[in-house]
C-alpha cells in the first residue's frame, strides 16, 4: 500500500487540528495589530503566535503538506526574531504575516475538499525571506563541515532550513536524534497514536520534523508505515524511547561520532542567558510545547462517523413509530398490549437520551463561529476605509456543526452589509454627534433547548428608505416587516458600483434563504433612523430530528415542527370574521386570542386540498414571524412525536413551505411544513385589510 494512501488515514485529524491552530493564530495576530496601533506591545501573543506556528509547521510536515511547512516556517521565523528582540514587528510585517495566513488557509481548504494544494507563490516566499533578519549566526569551526547520518528516504524529505536547524542545535549544545514510532491497532488500545507519541515527545524535545516512512507490512508494522522523528533535546535516550513506545536501540545520533568531541561554539551566549547550564535557548522544550491545547480529554472523531450514527439512529425512530403503530393496531383488536406499551414507552425514552448524546457530540461552541469573524471584519475594514470594530457575545451557545457551517455566511454578508450601508464614514459620525468608530455588536441567546437567537446590531444610520425607493422605483411599505421583504429581493442594491464588498444585490437574498429556507429559521429587522439597524435570526440548534406534530388536514396528514408553534386553539367558526377586501375579493379571515387580532389561513386551500367537512378548520396552529402571529386552520392535530427530516433535494419537488419529507412507521413519505416560509411566500395581509375582529 501506498504512503500516500496510509497518511489519508491521518489527514481528518490534522485538518481538524489544523484548523483550530490556525483560528488562534488569526486571534493572536489580531492581538498583536491592536497593541501595535495602541502603540504598544503584545509579547505573549508574540510568543503565542511562534509557537502555534511551530506545531501547525510540524503537524503539516507529518503529512507531507510542504507548502504549508514553507510558510509555517519562514513565519516561525519572523516571529522568533520578535520574540527575541532582533526586530520589531511592524505594521508592513503584519501585513504579510495576515496574508501568509490566508496562503495556509486557502491550502488547508484545498486539502480538504480533495483539490490539489498549490505550491506557494515565490514572490510570496520572496517577502517572506526578506523578512527573516535574525541573524542567525553562522556554524564555525569544523561544526559547519558535519553531515547528518540520514537514510536516503528520509535525507530527500528534509527540506534545507530544517537540516540548519538540526545542526545549529547540535552547535548549542543539544544533540540531535532520530526515533521511530511504528502505529498499530494494539497500540492504539494502548494509547500509542501518532498524537499522543507527539504530544510526549514534544514534552522532551523540540521536534524539528515528522517524516512518515513507508515499510514493510508485518505484524510489527500491519499498516506499511512508520514515523521517523528528527529531534534535538537535551534528554537522555531511554527517555525518548519511552515517549516515542520504541526500543533503547531504535534512537539514534544524527551526528558521526567523529565529530562528538568537538568544542561547542559560543552562539547562544552565556548560561545565565539562555536559563541554565544546559545552554537550552529559546527553541527548548519547556518554550515549544503547548499545555493547554491538551489540558482536556478530547477524543476527535470524524463528522462523517457522527453523521453515520445519527443516521442509524433515524432508522431506529422510524422502526419506534411502526411498532407503536402495530401496538395500536392490537389494541384496537381486543388484545392485552399493556406490557408491550411499557416497553414502547420505555424505548422511547432511551431513543430520546441516544438522540440527545449524540446531538451534544455534533454541537460546536458558536464562540467558535463568531471567532472567524474579526479576521473578516479587518478585510473589509481596509477595502471600506470605516472605523469599525466588532463586538461579540456568545455565552455558552452551542449549536449542530451543520447548523454552523450554513449560518456562518448569512452572518458575513450581515457583518459586510452593516459595514458597507449602515456605518458612515469617520467624518460623518462626528457630525451626528457619534465616536468616529462604529460598532457592530453580534450577540446570541438561548430561545428554547430548540432554538437560537443571533442579534446582529449596527450603530450606524439605519436603513435609508428614501434610497431604497429610488432603487426599487416603489414605495417602500411602512413597517419593519414590509422594510424586511423589499431589502431581500433578489438583486437589490442602493450602490450604483459594485464594489470587491458589496453591490451586486445579493447579500440579504442569500441570508434569507440559509435562514429561512435552508434552516427553517426566522429572520427580521429593526431599524431606527440615525441609530442603527438591528437584525434577529432565530435558528434551531439542528435540522436533522426534530419534535413535531402530525396533524390531519383534508384527507392527508402533515408534520410541523414544534418550536415553530406557540400555540395551538380551538376554532369556533362563529367567532371568526373577516377584514375588509378588495373590490371583489373576499376580506381575510380574522380570529381573536386575548385581545390579540390574526389572521386565519385556511392550509387546506393554501395547499389545494379538499376539505370533507364544509364547516372549515375546527383547530389552528399559532406561529410568529417577527412580531406578528398568524394561525394556520386545519382539521386536527394527531399527535406529537420524533421525525426525521429528509431534505428535498430534487429542485424539481422544492416548494416554499416545505422544509422536507419524513416517514412516520408507516412507510409512507409525509411532508414537513416550514410554516413561517410559508407565511412569506403567501405575503403578508395588509392592517387595512385585518381591521378589528368582531
Same mark, same amino acid.
Given at each position: ?595 390579540? %387580532?390574526?389572521? /386565519?389561513?385556511?392550509? *387546506?386551500? #393554501?395547499?389545494? !386540498?379538499? $376539505?370533507? @367537512? &364544509?364547516?372549515?378548520?375546527?383547530? =389552528? ?48 413519505? %409525509?411532508?414537513? /411544513?416550514?410554516?413561517? *416560509?410559508? #407565511?412569506?411566500? !403567501?405575503? $403578508?395581509? @395588509? &392592517?387595512?385589510?385585518?381591521?378589528? =375582529?368582531?
Amino acid at each position: 500500500m501506498s504512503e500516500r494512501i496510509e497518511l489519508e488515514t491521518f489527514l481528518s485529524a490534522y485538518l481538524a487540528e489544523a484548523e483550530e491552530h490556525l483560528a488562534a493564530a488569526s486571534e493572536k495576530a489580531l492581538a498583536i495589530e491592536v497593541a501595535l496601533k495602541a502603540g504598544t506591545s503584545n509579547e505573549r501573543a508574540v510568543r503565542d503566535l511562534y509557537r502555534i506556528l511551530h506545531t501547525v509547521k510540524g503537524l503539516s510536515a507529518m503529512v507531507g503538506v510542504e507548502p504549508i511547512v514553507a510558510i509555517a516556517h519562514r513565519l516561525e521565523s519572523m516571529l522568533r526574531a520578535a520574540d527575541r528582540g532582533v526586530t520589531a514587528l511592524t505594521s508592513p510585517a503584519l501585513e504579510l504575516i495576515f496574508e501568509a495566513l490566508r496562503a495556509i488557509e486557502q491550502r488547508l481548504r484545498a486539502l480538504e475538499h480533495g483539490k490539489e494544494v498549490l505550491a506557494v507563490a515565490p514572490a510570496l516566499l520572496g517577502r517572506l525571506d526578506a523578512h527573516d533578519v535574525r541573524g542567525a549566526p553562522a556554524v564555525p569551526g569544523p561544526i559547519g563541515k558535519v553531515a547528518l547520518e540520514l537514510d536516503p528516504a528520509i535525507d530527500a524529505k528534509l527540506a534545507g532550513f530544517e537540516r540548519q536547524q538540526l545542526l545549529h542545535g547540535h552547535a548549542e549544545g543539544r544533540r540531535a536524534l532520530r526515533a521511530e514510532f511504528v502505529p498499530s491497532p494494539k497500540r492504539a488500545a494502548e494509547g500509542l497514536t501518532i498524537n499522543s507519541v507527539r504530544d510526549r515527545v514534544g514534552s522532551l524535545a523540540e521536534i524539528v520534523k515528522v517524516v512518515p516512512v513507508a515499510v514493510p507490512s508485518t505484524d510489527m508494522a500491519p499498516g506499511g508505515l512508520s514515523f521517523v522523528f528528527l529531534l534535538l533535546t537535551s534528554a537522555e535516550d531511554v527517555e525518548i524511547a519511552a515517549a516515542a513506545g520504541c526500543d533503547v536501540a531504535g534512537v539514534r545520533s544524527l551526528i558521526p561520532e567523529s565529530f562528538g568531541d568537538l568544542g561547542v561554539p559560543d552562539v547562544t551566549g552565556s548560561p545565565e542567558q539562555d536559563g541554565g547550564a544546559d545552554g537550552a535557548a529559546l527553541d527548548s522544550t519547556a518554550e515549544i510545547e503547548i499545555p493547554e491545547m491538551h489540558a482536556r480529554s478530547v477524543l476527535r472523531v470524524d463528522v462523517g462517523r457522527v453523521d453515520d450514527a445519527m443516521d442509524r439512529l433515524s432508522a431506529l425512530i422510524v422502526t419506534r413509530s411502526r411498532l407503536a403503530r402495530a401496538v395500536a393496531a392490537l389494541e384496537g383488536h381486543s388484545v392485552a398490549v399493556r406490557d408491550l406499551q411499557t416497553i414502547v414507552q420505555e424505548n422511547a425514552r432511551q431513543l430520546r437520551d441516544l438522540r440527545g448524546a449524540l446531538l451534544r457530540i455534533r454541537m460546536v461552541p458558536f464562540a467558535e463561529v463568531l471567532s472567524r469573524l474579526p479576521l473578516i471584519l479587518r478585510g473589509i475594514r481596509r477595502t471600506s476605509g470605516k472605523e469599525v470594530r466588532l463586538e461579540t457575545r456568545a455565552a455558552d451557545a452551542e449549536l449542530d456543526k451543520a447548523v454552523a457551517e450554513r449560518i456562518f455566511p448569512a452572518l458575513v454578508h450581515l457583518v459586510r452589509n452593516a459595514v458597507d450601508h449602515g456605518i458612515g464614514t469617520r467624518e460623518e459620525r462626528l457630525r451626528q454627534g457619534k465616536k468616529a468608530e462604529g460598532t457592530v455588536s453580534i450577540l446570541c441567546s438561548a430561545r428554547s433547548n430548540r432554538y437560537l437567537a443571533i442579534e446582529v446590531i449596527d450603530d450606524g444610520r439605519g436603513v435609508d428608505r428614501e434610497a431604497l425607493a429610488r432603487a426599487t422605483g416603489s414605495e417602500v411599505p411602512a413597517g419593519d416587516a414590509g422594510l424586511l421583504e423589499v431589502l431581500c429581493r433578489p438583486g437589490l442594491s442602493t450602490r450604483t458600483e459594485a464594489t470587491t464588498t458589496s453591490g451586486r444585490g445579493m447579500g440579504m437574498d442569500i441570508v434569507r434563504k440559509i435562514v429561512v429556507e435552508q434552516l427553517g429559521g426566522d429572520l427580521s429587522i429593526q431599524s431606527r433612523p440615525g441609530e442603527g439597524t438591528t437584525f434577529t435570526l432565530q435558528i434551531p440548534l439542528t435540522v436533522s430530528i426534530l419534535d413535531a406534530f402530525t396533524v390531519q388536514c383534508g384527507a392527508q396528514r402533515f408534520t410541523v415542527p414544534v418550536a415553530v408553534v406557540e400555540e395551538i386553539v380551538e376554532l369556533d367558526q362563529r367567532r371568526v370574521t373577516r377584514g375588509p377586501g378588495r373590490k371583489g375579493e373576499e376580506g381575510t379571515a380574522l380570529i381573536e386570542r386575548r385581545g390579540e %387580532t390574526m389572521p /386565519l389561513v385556511d392550509l *387546506a386551500r #393554501v395547499l389545494g !386540498l379538499n $376539505r370533507e @367537512s &364544509r364547516e372549515g378548520p375546527r383547530q =389552528a396552529l399559532v406561529i410568529r414571524r417577527g412580531a406578528e402571529a398568524v394561525a394556520f386552520g386545519l382539521d386536527r392535530v394527531l399527535t406529537q412525536q420524533e421525525t426525521v427530516v429528509r431534505p428535498l433535494v430534487d429542485p424539481l419537488v422544492q416548494a416554499p413551505g416545505i422544509a422536507g419529507s419524513t416517514d412516520l412507521g408507516d412507510g409512507q413519505p %409525509t411532508l414537513v /411544513l416550514d410554516l413561517v *416560509a410559508m #407565511v412569506a411566500a !403567501l405575503g $403578508r395581509p @395588509s &392592517r387595512s385589510e385585518r381591521g378589528h =375582529a368582531a
